[in-house]
């Protein structure tokens, strides 16, 4: 059983959902992404989605493109993220990482390369936002062989074939993108995406997570109604902006602090 699939089985033992929050590697600074990755753990963070830093991220809002223009000033690399979870890995051997970002940092880096050297890392999961299921079987099937989860995305507009496609390639658990857009871009329907939950959870038989738009306690705690974990980015790349970097790890604790409580305040409640 892989990191995050143990995971999942141990939450859904205590009836408690997942928290997933994003930060970008190297951002602020590369020093301080350690401290930021061991912060999002002590601040009750289940499972990190570490970004590796793009030119051009595609799906991502203005503030997750500021991150990655950040780190990627300092020159951070696919291989120098890969440095930084093997460095994760020699003080937390137990809380799952996902590497998500593009295809580029990856075809330029080499599909074997990558999936061996991203195993030896510690990575347990990879989601790549631009290869859709039907372009990457052999990937995906790479990456399991070596124990890694594939990660794949579906839209308010994804339809069946895409639900199938899911279901046969990816494991560990499925993002959904809970509005139409690009990440932080607008407030979720949590009407629409309590409706959604149910389908996708039968069609895929996954996790899911929702993502895109969750911004507070509040609005995270309404998600772990209807889903399985609840994904944060936008909002904790704006609390690292907020004041002075070194400061940052404390800032972004506090603020998932108050997540996992009003996350695991919904115990029992869950919906769909």
């Known amino acids: 059983m892989s990191r995050i699939a143990a995971k999942f089985a141990a939450l859904q033992g205590q009836r408690r959902k997942a928290l997933i929050p994003f930060i970008t590697a190297g951002d602020p600074e590369p020093g301080l992404t350690l401290p930021l990755m061991h912060a999002l753990v002590a601040g009750g963070a289940d499972i990190i989605e570490l970004g590796v830093p793009f030119s051009d991220p595609m799906a991502d809002g203005p503030t997750i493109q500021r991150a990655s223009e950040r780190a990627l000033s300092f020159g951070v690399s696919l291989h120098l993220v890969l440095g930084m979870v093997h460095e ?7 809380t799952p990482v996902v590497l ?4 580029n940092p990856i075809e330029a880096y ?16 990879v989601l790549t936002v631009d290869y859709p299921p039907e372009e990457c079987a052999g990937f995906a099937d790479s990456l399991q062989q070596h124990g890694i989860d594939p990660i794949f995305l579906l839209a308010p507009t994804s339809g069946e074939k895409r639900f199938t496609d899911v279901a046969e390639l990816g494991s560990g658990y499925l993002y959904y993108v809970s509005l139409k857009g690009v990440t932080g871009s607008a407030a979720i329907d949590l009407d629409e995406v309590a409706r959604r939950i ?21 609005s995270a705690a309404r998600i772990a109604r209807v889903a399985d974990a609840v994904v944060i980015g936008s909002r904790i790349i704006e609390i690292i902006e907020q004041g002075p970097p070194q400061e940052a790890p404390a800032r972004v604790a506090a603020f998932l602090r108050e997540v996992r409580a009003a996350m695991d305040a919904t115990n029992g409640e869950t919906q769909g």
Request: proline letters at 4%.
């Open 110 to 125: 080499g599909h074997e390369a990558f999936v061996r050297d991203a195993q030896a890392a510690g990575v347990d999961g």
């Open 198 to 218: 149910p389908l996708i959870r039968e069609k895929v038989g996954m996790p899911v997570g929702v993502g895109f738009g969750i911004r507070d306690a509040a």
């Open 100 to 103: 998500m970002g593009y295809a």
């Open 88 to 94: 994760f890995r020699k003080r937390d051997a137990t």
